[in-house]
């Protein structure tokens, strides 16, 4: 009887493993417990892989037997192309290629795009450097778009759908780079077109007092006009706003002249523009204790001597409200920057983006800089100052639309010279405006989404030690406290079947 009860319960958990093997291979889940969901798709992603209609190919070229804080990225990716497939309904496919098997696959890596990166990898108490290959290329009949590298726990959804995204759409949204004020060429913003071109088809448009600003942009960006801008323009731009149109605005309020050592106010009309609407920008330079260095100059003696000298008046930006905009950023260089307030109605919503450092304060232009000037703590009276900010509402007729302001034209500009480059946090800032403005897909969510690293914290060789033995000696206990556990009830089982036995 006994015998037969054992097989029965043998066949049974036997047919329950095969049942839920043959069904795992038509449905699977996953739970994420992760404090970010790093591990689950977005929106976004699953509305681009809902709308695919030509099949994708991912080939990941991936090296092996990679230290464990770098190998983890190709199982991650792989997890994250098994979700892509089924979500697509197979319209995702992907493979996996070893770069380092061979010459001829270590060819196609570069060829396509993906180069190797130099790891240190530690072998019998040595450490030697090893090649290895972490990118992929996506591709859709023919059109490739290259990931040369998987930084380990950067974005890698972000990088997946927005490579996706920019093969699979046929019409890309149309951006506007307003010109006819002396704003900058595309070529002096270099950096923002390109990241911009991934998704949007960026134009210039030069106004006229004729001009009407397509509905078909998405966003208009404004940034750093020198000239005076007619009315006729603004009412432009109150038009574009009534139709629901969104505006990305940088401006100079104040500008400084390093070869005159002198800073003055700029006057554009856009400034009482703004203010029409709520929002003010002074004409007070922020100085700022966090701040970037200029060179300098000095005579001694026979010699010039070149330093380095800290100037408050170029704000190093580092503390940022927790919004799409701004979420990831860790430091943006702005060049004379101005205080932003909002004083607007309840008809009106004004979200502050960044902000000054606890130590900064505020002087009026004009005025002269004083390189040899020695700052000192009483300078910096204020703390969080609004540099960039975020308006919305009806801001001209009766339909919503938002202006996010900068109240730095410069930070964006790369200049006329060739191989001048911005901070890359200083692009991320406009590129992430643009999206937010502009996007409706939710991918700039996937922007900064990443794995959050938790290492464990240095700790005190004592701790050490007992953490260790502790890990060592507590499972060996539980089941000695369990084994005497079950001990007792047994012997409590055979004491009560022994009285009864007796009476």
């Given at each position: 009887m006994k015998a037969a009860k054992i097989s029965s319960t043998i066949i049974l958990i036997t047919a329950i493993v095969l049942i839920v093997n043959i069904l795992s291979?038509?449905?699977?889940?996953?739970?994420?417990?992760?404090?970010?969901?790093?591990?689950?798709?977005?929106?976004?992603?699953?509305?681009?892989?809902?709308?695919?209609e030509k099949p994708v190919t991912v080939t990941a070229y991936f090296s092996r037997d990679l230290p464990p804080n770098i190998g983890n990225v190709s199982g991650n990716l792989?997890?994250?192309?098994?979700?892509?497939?089924?979500?697509?309904?197979?319209?995702?496919v992907y493979r996996f290629v070893n770069p380092n098997e061979s010459e001829q696959l270590?060819?196609?890596?570069?060829?396509?795009?993906?180069?190797?990166?130099?790891?240190?990898?530690?072998?019998?108490?040595?450490?030697?450097q090893q090649k290895a290959y972490l990118g992929a290329v996506v591709s859709i009949e023919g059109e490739k778009e290259v990931i040369p590298?998987?930084?380990?726990?950067?974005a890698m959804e972000y990088a997946l759908s927005t490579s996706i995204k920019k093969l699979s759409v046929v019409n890309k949204p149309a951006i506007a780079l307003i010109q006819g004020h002396g704003e900058p060429l595309i070529n002096e913003v270099s950096q923002i077109y390109t990241?911009?071109?991934?998704?949007?088809?960026?134009?210039?448009?030069?106004?006229?007092?004729?001009?009407?600003?397509?509905?078909?942009?998405?966003?208009?960006?404004?940034?750093?006009?020198?000239?005076?801008?007619?009315?006729?323009?603004?009412?432009?731009?109150?038009?574009?706003?009534?139709?629901?149109g969104n505006i990305f605005l940088a401006l100079n309020r104040v500008e400084g002249d390093f070869s005159t050592a002198t800073g003055r106010a700029v006057s554009t009309g856009l400034e009482d523009w703004l203010m029409q609407k709520g929002v003010t920008i002074s004409d007070n330079f922020i100085i700022d204790a966090s701040c970037s260095a200029v060179t300098v100059q000095q005579q001694q003696q026979n010699f010039i001597m070149t330093t380095q000298v800290q100037f408050p008046y170029i704000p190093v930006i580092s503390k940022f409200a927790d919004n799409p905009v701004t979420r990831g950023l860790e430091s943006v260089t702005m060049q004379f920057a101005s205080p932003i307030t909002f004083t607007g109605d309840s008809t009106k919503k004004f979200t502050p983006l960044a902000f000054s450092s606890a130590q900064s304060g505020t002087i009026r232009a004009p005025l002269y800089f004083d390189i040899q000037r020695q700052w000192s703590e009483n300078d910096f009276p204020m703390s969080g100052l609004v540099v960039a900010g975020l308006?919305?509402?009806?801001?001209?007729?009766?339909?919503?639309?938002?202006?996010?302001?900068?109240?730095?034209?410069?930070?964006?500009?790369?200049?006329?010279q060739k191989g001048n480059q911005l901070p890359q946090d200083n692009v991320s800032l406009m590129v992430n405006s643009?999206?937010?403005?502009?996007?409706d897909t939710g991918l700039i969510d996937l922007r900064t989404k990443e794995v959050t690293s938790r290492p464990i914290k240095e700790m005190?060789?004592?701790?050490?030690?007992?953490?260790?033995?502790?890990?060592?000696?507590?499972?060996?206990?539980?089941?000695?406290?369990?084994?005497?556990?079950?001990?007792?009830?047994?012997?409590?089982?055979?004491i009560k079947r022994m009285e009864v036995s007796y009476e």
């Open positions: 291979e038509s449905y699977s889940f996953r739970l994420d417990f992760t404090e970010g969901r790093e591990y689950t798709l977005s929106k976004a992603t699953r509305n681009i892989l809902k709308n695919l792989k997890d994250m192309l098994i979700e892509y497939s089924n979500r697509s309904d197979g319209m995702v270590e060819g196609e890596a570069v060829q396509n795009g993906i180069q190797p990166v130099m790891i240190n990898v530690r072998e019998k108490d040595q450490v030697k590298f998987f930084q380990p726990g950067a990241e911009l071109s991934v998704l949007y088809n960026v134009e210039p448009l030069r106004m006229t007092d004729t001009t009407d600003i397509p509905e078909s942009f998405r966003t208009i960006a404004i940034i750093r006009p020198t000239d005076t801008i007619p009315p006729a323009h603004l009412e432009k731009f109150d038009d574009y706003l009534a139709k629901g308006l919305e509402g009806r801001l001209s007729g009766e339909r919503d639309s938002k202006i996010l302001l900068v109240s730095d034209g410069d930070f964006a500009v790369n200049g006329p643009v999206d937010w403005l502009s996007d005190q060789d004592g701790t050490k030690a007992l953490l260790k033995w502790l890990n060592f000696l507590l499972p060996i206990l539980l089941v000695i406290i369990y084994g005497l556990i079950r001990m007792q009830i047994s012997r409590n089982k055979r």
